[in-house]
Nanobody
Framework: QVQVVESGGGLVQPGGTLRLACTASGSRFRDYAMAWFRQAPGNQRDFVARIGASGYINYANSVKGRFTVSRDNAKNTVYLQMNSLRREDTAVYYC?????????WGQGTQVTVSA
């Protein structure tokens, strides 16, 4: 079982920035693909960004150019740098660990973009 913990959410004004972090337990972090998803009230959980074990990255079109995903294998942590935040970015952000056919989710961290 992999434990996944997100942090860094909060309230920010439109145009502001936040950096989310996600830490996963275990000694095989460097072998995992790590992804961020988000879910707004009443909506499905949507893909945001993903970074593979090799470092390959892809983003949802809605966040390209504004969000940056990165990882620090020495710290078992993946980050999501969010710039130029918009009201529509308001959601609970979830981190997903992809380990072969298994996946593990964190509890989520709330991001609210509001004036």
């Amino acid at each position: 079982q992999v434990q996944v913990v997100e942090s860094g959410g909060g309230l920010v004004q439109p145009g502001g920035t936040l950096r989310l972090a996600c830490t996963a337990s275990g000694s095989r972090f460097r072998d995992y693909a790590m992804a961020w998803f988000r879910q707004a009230p009443g909506n499905q959980r949507d893909f945001v960004a993903r970074i593979g074990a090799s470092g390959y990255i892809n983003y949802a079109n809605s966040v390209k150019g504004r969000f940056t995903v990165s990882r620090d294998n020495a710290k078992n942590t993946v980050y999501l740098q969010m710039n130029s935040l918009r009201r529509e970015d308001t959601a609970v952000y979830y981190c997903k660990v992809e380990s072969g056919i298994e996946s593990y989710w964190g509890q989520g961290t709330q991001v609210t973009v509001s004036a």
